[in-house]
């Protein structure tokens, strides 16, 4: 089966410092995590090559699940890489089919982080998720990713996303 990588980029009407702290601080991370609808109930973030993030999307109707954001590489400012997997709440990898997910959800994904510092204090951030079985999942891991984005710009404005 052919494998695909999703890039999706958005320019935010912000630095570059402060969109690095959205995805690396906890408390700011839990006001956009999650695709509408959902809401971040942890953010525990251990960012180091060799760290290793917890965080958690919730929804009333999907229950919560959580995600680990083990890091290989991190250039301050500039760009993040880790490997992505499903978790429990202490951060242990599960098995995405035995916790109801297709079996082409991904499994040891590989995702990069880019920030872009651009004219006039905007940054552009890239987010590339390797390795996709096209269909569903990667489709809807499209749309929350874009959604993720698009709550983290109103974040950023200093709204709250979440109503």
Request: with cysteine; hydrophobic share 35%.
């Amino acid at each position: 089966m052919a494998k695909h990588d999703l890039v999706m980029s958005k320019v935010f009407d912000a630095p570059v410092d402060a969109v690095w702290k959205a995805w690396n601080d906890g408390a700011t991370l839990m006001q956009w995590w999650g695709p509408n609808g959902f809401t971040s109930p942890l953010a525990e973030m251990d960012v180091r090559e060799g760290g290793k993030s917890i965080v958690g999307m919730s929804s009333p109707q999907f229950g919560t699940n959580y995600s680990i954001w083990q890091y290989e590489k991190i250039v301050p400012q500039q760009r993040l890489e880790y490997i992505h997997n499903l978790s429990d709440k202490d951060g242990n990898k599960v098995d995405p089919v035995a916790i109801g997910m297709p079996p082409d959800f991904p499994v040891d994904q590989r995702q990069v982080i880019e920030f872009k510092a651009l004219d006039g204090g905007k940054t552009e951030v890239t987010v590339t998720e390797y390795g996709w079985t096209e269909g569903q999942m990667m489709e809807m891991s499209r749309m929350g990713m874009e959604q993720c984005l698009d709550k983290l710009a109103a974040v950023l404005k200093g709204e709250n996303p979440n109503g």
